[in-house]
């Protein structure tokens, strides 16, 4: 009797063997792979285990990626399972960052990775990290660069050195600062007094200063603008106002494409705010203000004696509203402000106080805006927040106040700092000596008070110590 075996069957069933095999071996592969969790200690460990540590050390912090710093005299890491990986021998241990943690010892630094292993001995005078998979070590009073199995990737030759990314970073070389890769060439050559790489996160150019004078370099890393103006900002917009000296010994401003370095708006005004929103404010040859659009056309009329740069489709402006004479200044000038929309319509009417005649915080954020009383009509003395009809939403009570950012605002009264709500709610009270930033991916607020440090989330909540 002649079999009838049909190939394709046996070609499709093998294929599945194969295909269920390998399906097995990547399963087992990820049962294997070493879960790091972070949180709360007493979440993260076994009850009985986080009771016993809980009698051994005097301190157990949040775990980062794995482990948790202990203390009993001094200070050392355990992992998930409550085992001491690091000893309790070591001065300070810093938080993870990326994927290491900095150690100090007899005021020697060194640094182990997120499992606590040593990679790099305490050997070191100096060490600080970017977030990034390089970490910035300090002997012989030079800085180098180790990568994240220890490995020295440059020479300890540097007077200063900041890792930007995976990619570059930034340091100071002979008194000169410049930017290498870690390969060693060099991105941007070590000429320039001082550096500002690709700082703007939605347009990364770099700002160089060399003497007096500014210059520009594109996000491919190439000189666009020489150390020839006299003032120059970056921004998100991809444009950028700069200052240049004139041969009849006049400052004139003009627009430029960052990536390209082409002149949009030529060297015609005397000065010029910011472009935003499609729109720039600049100042003309007889000290008035109007807005031009990005190919130079008069798109406001210059009738105003101030102007603001353009938020949320408002932008400030001001006008003369008299003199007053003053012991040191003499004639002083007095303002009134507004607000008008991007076809130059007065939307708040030209009534507002500015003293000063400044108006550079007055954009609208998150709906509201920066605005002063005071009984003097040349210095501010309370802050509050009006809306986009131009009454007031928060009531002027503060000595200082921040543009607000994520619905909160960082406000001070009596030299204290704070923070407000979009309700003109105290989240967090005024009562800190010092804001010390944002961290832990722009979510956690640090104040300062008395020397030691409080943590908050954006809802004024208080937490431990995010490290």
């Not at 000893?87 to 994927?99: A, F, L, M, Q, S």
Request: proline share 3%; charged share 25%.
């Amino acid at each position: 009797m002649k079999l009838n075996i049909n190939k394709k069957h046996i070609n499709m069933n093998y294929y599945r063997i194969i295909s269920f095999a390998v399906i097995a071996i990547m399963l087992c592969a990820c049962s294997n792979v070493k879960t790091r969790l972070s949180g709360n200690p007493s979440e993260v460990l076994d009850m009985d285990v986080y009771n016993k540590l809980q009698q051994k050390y005097k301190i157990i912090k949040n775990f980062q990626e794995g482990t948790a710093i202990v203390k009993i005299d001094k200070y050392g890491l355990i992992d998930g399972n409550g085992k001491e990986v690091l000893p309790c021998e070591y001065d300070t241990i810093y938080g993870v960052k990326k994927c290491f943690r900095i150690i100090v010892k007899d005021s020697q630094y060194g640094v182990v990775n997120v499992d606590g292993e040593i990679i790099k001995q305490c050997i070191y005078t100096d060490a600080h990290d970017a977030r990034c998979s390089y970490i910035a070590l300090k002997t012989n009073d030079k800085w180098g660069l180790a990568d994240s199995l220890g490995k020295d990737v440059t020479q300890y030759k540097y007077e200063k050195l900041f890792p930007y990314d995976d990619t570059s970073f930034v340091a100071q070389y002979n008194g000169f600062w410049g930017v290498c890769d870690y390969k060693g060439n060099t991105l941007i050559p070590f000429k320039y007094d001082e550096i500002n790489y690709k700082w703007v996160e939605k347009c990364p150019v770099t700002v160089v200063k060399l003497g007096e004078f500014y210059g520009l370099y594109n996000s491919k890393n190439e000189l666009v603008l020489e150390c020839e103006y006299g003032r120059m900002y970056a921004d998100s917009s991809g444009y950028l106002a700069v200052k240049k000296n004139m041969p009849d010994n006049t400052t004139r401003c003009a627009l430029i494409e960052e990536e390209t370095g082409k002149i949009m708006i030529p060297f015609e005004y005397t000065d010029m705010m910011s472009y935003s929103e499609g729109l720039i404010a600049v100042e003309n040859l007889n000290g008035k203000w109007g807005f031009l659009d990005v190919n130079g056309k008069n798109v406001i009329p210059f009738i105003y004696d101030g102007a603001g740069n353009f938020s949320e489709g408002l932008a400030a402006v001001q006008k003369i509203s008299g003199y007053v004479y003053h012991s040191l200044w003499g004639k002083t000038p007095t303002y009134q402000a507004g607000y008008i929309d991007k076809k130059g319509t007065v939307v708040i009417p030209i009534k507002l106080p500015a003293f000063g005649g400044s108006i550079i915080d007055s954009e609208f954020h998150e709906g509201l805006a920066i605005q002063a009383v005071s009984k003097h009509p040349l210095v501010a003395e309370k802050y509050g927040y009006i809306d986009k009809r131009g009454n007031w939403a928060i009531i002027p009570l503060y000595d200082e106040a921040r543009q607000f950012e994520k619905g909160i605002a960082e406000v001070v009264i009596d030299e204290k700092y704070g923070y407000i709500n979009l309700k003109g709610e105290q989240i967090i009270p005024c009562s800190y000596d010092k804001y010390g930033g944002v961290y832990v991916n722009d979510s956690t607020i640090e104040m300062t008070k008395d020397g030691k440090k409080y943590y908050f989330n954006y809802h004024g909540k208080a937490l431990s110590n995010p490290e």
